[in-house]
């Protein structure tokens, strides 16, 4: 059974930083495109980034609001994706979900077959 | 603003269809497969349909999926009280190089 179970949000200063994990299981991790999608609270969703297969080539793409200040890595080892969110802003706020793409090795990472259940960031002083 | 346009409600009695539309252009819906994602009240989204049309394990044929040119629809039949929740349409913007969602559609069964 496929399984992504997100961790690590918390209420956070604006300015600092945050460090997400997607534990995964269920799947050849390695195999897979990796997503991060967030969800503003009443708001709709919105892409953050997403990491390719280690089988296509492993680079990451970023949503232009994130770009310069939140990372995607790996540790393929343990199935985990990580987001490393830096210079937090207010409206970074949201739930932040963990995504599989469907495809195996897959240049893009829609569609987003499975997902975790979330974990809330709050940016407020 | 979203990238992709859908409207923000739709209602309809138990029993009877109703259609939801996802209008984008030619950088995304007209030339990238369209995904449509349920996302029922306090839950994560789901997968609902795939690559324009096609239905994953479980999702009732109830619920399908079409693109014509730059916009999309996904057409609900047979609606039941539980069908009731916000709908995504989403896709890959090839000019952004960016994944992309519609602002979301909410249902309501009457």
């Known amino acids: 059974e496929v399984q992504l179970v997100e961790s690590g949000g918390n209420l956070v200063q604006p300015g600092r930083s945050l460090r997400l994990s997607c534990t995964t299981s269920?799947?050849?991790?390695?195999?897979?495109?990796m997503s991060w999608v967030r969800q503003a609270p009443g708001k709709g969703l919105e892409w953050v980034g997403f990491?390719?297969?280690?089988?296509?080539?492993?680079?990451?793409e970023y949503a232009a609001s994130v770009k310069g200040r939140f990372t995607i890595s790996t540790d393929d080892s343990n199935s985990i994706v990580y987001l490393q969110m830096n210079r937090l802003k207010t409206e970074d706020t949201a739930m932040y979900y963990c995504?599989?793409?469907?495809?195996?090795?897959?240049?893009?990472?829609?569609?987003?077959?499975?997902w975790g259940r979330g974990t809330l960031v709050t940016v407020s002083s | 603003q979203s990238v992709l346009t859908q409207p923000p409600s739709v209602s309809a009695a138990p029993g009877q269809k109703v259609t939801i539309s996802c209008s984008g252009s030619?950088?995304?819906?007209?030339?990238?497969?369209v995904t449509w994602y349920q996302q029922l009240p306090g839950t994560a989204p789901k997968l609902l349909i795939y690559?324009?049309?096609k239905r994953p394990s479980g999702v009732p044929v109830r619920f399908s999926g079409s693109r014509s040119g730059t916009s999309a629809t996904l057409v609900i039949a047979g609606l039941q009280t539980g069908d009731e929740a916000d709908y995504y349409c989403?896709?890959?913007?090839?000019?952004?190089?960016?994944?992309?969602f519609g602002g979301g559609t909410e249902l309501t069964v009457l």
């Open positions: 269920g799947f050849s991790f390695g195999d897979y495109p």
């Open positions: 990491v390719r297969s280690k089988g296509y080539d492993g680079t990451m």
């Open positions: 690559d324009n049309n």
């Open positions: 995504t599989r793409g469907l495809y195996i090795g897959g240049y893009y990472p829609i569609p987003f077959d499975f």
């Open positions: 030619s950088s995304n819906i007209g030339n990238n497969w």
């Open positions: 989403g896709t890959w913007d090839s000019s952004l190089n960016a994944g992309v």
